[in-house]
């Protein structure tokens, strides 16, 4: 493919996510708590998340090691993030979630996988079939570095703190608190953020930011109707409270 195809894909896509952004705002996406009937068939949350997730350090493996590009040891590094983060989504988190008897529809499923496959499409083309990351400054680098990690640990962290919310076999929902939820109710998608700015940093190309646009537009949308939800369900819910940026939004 000629690059300026893959550029022109590139600006398609973004384009794609930022309306999504503002449609996510009238219809938030149907699973967790926001789940409901009327979307087709259902699966259980479990599976959902596997099949979701869990497809992805597939799809980056095929892109990159068919790719016929010489690769540089930062676009292993890049590869490795990438492709270990969606071993964690895929294969860990689901397993640590205490969603026992939840379902949610299989058309979330598989949107969610063709949103995978496309951002796996930019970014492994890009590593396995154009330039990938050549050379990187000692600043980038450590600030790549840095917010990848903290990103990983803030999301980490938080998700943690919701599941354990629930004791084994419960599946409601309680008012969380400790560690950034003192500030916003959705500390683990703003940790997510963070972490794919950090990743956007170290591969220093045009996918990296296309997917921090994409988390942004699933991610803000969604923090936002997380907060009118509590509102709404707890009448004693801390209303100075932002949904995912601290003291911002
Ligand atoms: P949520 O915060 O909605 O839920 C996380 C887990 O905690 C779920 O198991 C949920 O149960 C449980 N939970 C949440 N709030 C409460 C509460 N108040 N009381 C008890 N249990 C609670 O996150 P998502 O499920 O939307 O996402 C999970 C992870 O995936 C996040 O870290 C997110 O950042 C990441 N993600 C990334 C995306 C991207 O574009 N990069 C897109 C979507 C998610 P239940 O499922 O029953 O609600």
Redesign the pocket.
């Known amino acids: 493919m000629e690059p300026q195809w893959y550029y022109i894909a590139v600006g398609i896509w973004a384009l794609v996510g930022i309306i999504t952004f503002f449609y996510l705002y009238k219809q938030t996406a149907p699973?967790?708590?926001h789940?409901a009937t009327g979307w087709g068939p259902m699966i259980s949350?479990r599976l959902g998340w596997m099949i979701m997730e869990g497809l992805s350090p597939l799809f980056i493996s095929f892109w990159f090691w068919y790719g016929p590009s010489p690769k540089s040891d930062m676009d292993y590094i890049i590869y490795a993030l990438y492709a270990g983060h969606y071993v964690y989504?895929g294969y860990i988190?689901p397993f640590l979630?205490?969603?026992s008897g939840?379902k949610m529809p299989v058309s979330i499923t598989f949107s969610?996988v063709f949103?995978n496959l496309m951002n796996t499409f930019f970014l492994g083309y890009y590593l396995g079939f154009m330039e990938g990351r050549e050379t990187i400054t000692y600043w980038e680098l450590v600030l790549g570095f840095i917010l990848f990690f903290c990103g990983f640990a803030i999301?980490f962290i938080?998700?943690r703190i919701?599941?354990n919310?629930?004791k084994p076999g419960e599946?409601?929902?309680?008012?969380?608190s400790g560690f950034l939820f003192n500030f916003i109710t959705?500390p683990?998608?703003f940790?997510?953020i963070i972490q794919?700015t950090g990743f956007a940093i170290l591969l220093g190309a045009a996918a990296g930011w296309l997917?921090v646009v994409?988390?942004i537009a699933?991610?803000v949308p969604?923090a936002w109707s997380?907060l009118q939800w509590?509102k709404r369900t707890f009448p004693d819910f801390p209303q100075n409270r932002k949904s995912i940026f601290p003291g911002i939004y």
Do not use: C, M, Q
């Open positions: 699973y967790g708590r789940t949350n989504r988190f979630t205490r969603t939840k969610a949103f999301h938080s998700d919701l599941i919310l629930r599946t409601g929902y309680k008012i969380p959705s683990n998608y940790g997510e794919w997917f994409w988390t699933n991610l969604r997380h509590y």
